[in-house]
């Protein structure tokens, strides 16, 4: 028996409302809007406040993606929440969710972790679960809270890292709108470019120039892996949503695939990097933008701690 074809059905986001500019990070470290536009293509992130908990922010994104399919929460029996920065070490962010969105219990809930990669990963999970048949409809969930896990002092890495949630619900495709393909992959030798020891107050630490040269290679890898097994070229994807980490980074990966910076939807500039958050959000804002139409192939690529990459095809 085949798979049955499985679809994205509805988007969703969540930014918290408070804005940190550059220039306000440049009252607290060694830094300005100059150096930090210029080398990330950053201008501003957004902060959570106490109450905006990971799984808030999750359950926010959650609620309209459902709106946006037309799926309700008690059809959801499966919950996968993509996140580096969890609530609580447990029970998972899902649990969490679920109870907040009001999804049955009959729904299985569990959290992920591949960093920046997690929502690519979380989304070939529940893919291949939803794939086997035993569940329906999954909600597959990037949600953050970096700012609690930022070294405020340190100005190679605070200027980088904002707050946010993004969600799709997936479910049997209705047209001929599908998940067409996705690969993860993980080099564990690259674990100390990028990561969160534990300790009393765990903060990032990162080896920037050496996560990006590494970044940009793999990147390019998981592209070109995964338009050759579909036989496509990069002149077919209307629309590539990259983790939202460098403009340079990006711009990179353009002219690796010869296609015009326009191809590709950016939104760092308000966000900063969001980790798991940063491509379901993107993917939220560009469907909502009207960068994303009906039979459009879109290319998710990430990259994250671990060094975790991957990337996914997307038909509308
Ligand atoms: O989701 C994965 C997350 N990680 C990433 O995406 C990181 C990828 N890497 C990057 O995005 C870039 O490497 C950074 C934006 C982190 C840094 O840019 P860079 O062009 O690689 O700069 P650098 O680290 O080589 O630093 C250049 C200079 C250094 O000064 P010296 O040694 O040349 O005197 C830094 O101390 O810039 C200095 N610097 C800063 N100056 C002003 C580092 N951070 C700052 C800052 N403001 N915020």
């Known amino acids: 028996m085949s798979s049955p ?48 908990t990971t799984s808030e922010m999750a359950a926010a994104a959650a609620r309209t993606a459902l709106a946006d399919a037309g799926v309700s929460a008690d059809e959801i029996d ?61 909600l597959v969930i990037g949600a953050e809270k970096f700012s609690g896990i930022v070294d405020w002092q340190d100005r190679s890495t605070c200027v980088l890292f904002g707050d946010g949630a993004g969600a799709v619900v997936l479910g049997p495709a209705r047209g001929t709108a599908r998940l067409l393909g996705a690969r993860l992959y993980a080099e564990g030798g690259n674990t100390d470019l990028l990561c969160v020891r534990p300790g009393a107050k765990p903060v990032i630490e990162m080896k ?14 998981a592209v070109r892996d995964i338009l050759e097994q579909h036989h496509l070229s990069a002149h077919q ?26 191809r590709f939807f950016v939104n760092l500039e308000r966000y900063g990097n969001t980790s798991a958050a940063s491509i379901p959000l993107a993917l939220d804002e560009a469907r909502r933008a009207g960068r994303i139409r009906a039979g459009d192939t879109t290319l998710l690529v990430a990259f994250g701690a671990g060094l975790t990459y991957g990337a996914a095809l997307v038909r509308w």
Request: glycine letters at 6%; a neutral charge.
């Open 237 to 262: 994807i209307a629309c590539v949503i990259p983790h939202q980490a460098n403009r340079r980074i990006i711009e990179a990966i353009a002219q690796y695939l010869e296609l015009p910076l326009d």
């Open 5 to 52: 074809a499985i679809a994205i059905l509805g988007t969703g986001a969540y930014a918290p409302a408070k804005v940190l500019t550059n220039a306000e990070l440049a009252q607290r470290v060694d830094t300005s809007d100059e150096w930090i536009f210029t080398r990330t293509g950053i201008r501003e992130r957004r902060i959570a406040a106490a109450h905006e």
């Open 78 to 138: 499966l919950i996968i929440v993509a996140t580096a920065t969890p609530d609580m070490l447990m029970p998972a962010t899902a649990c969490l969710v679920q109870s907040k969105i009001g999804a049955t219990t009959r729904s299985a809930c569990f959290d992920l972790n591949a960093a920046c990669s997690g929502f690519i990963y979380a989304l070939d999970t529940a893919w291949a679960m939803l794939g086997s048949g035993r569940y329906r409809h999954a």
């Open 208 to 221: 920037g120039r050496e996560v990006f040269k590494v970044a940009v290679r793999e990147m390019e890898d």
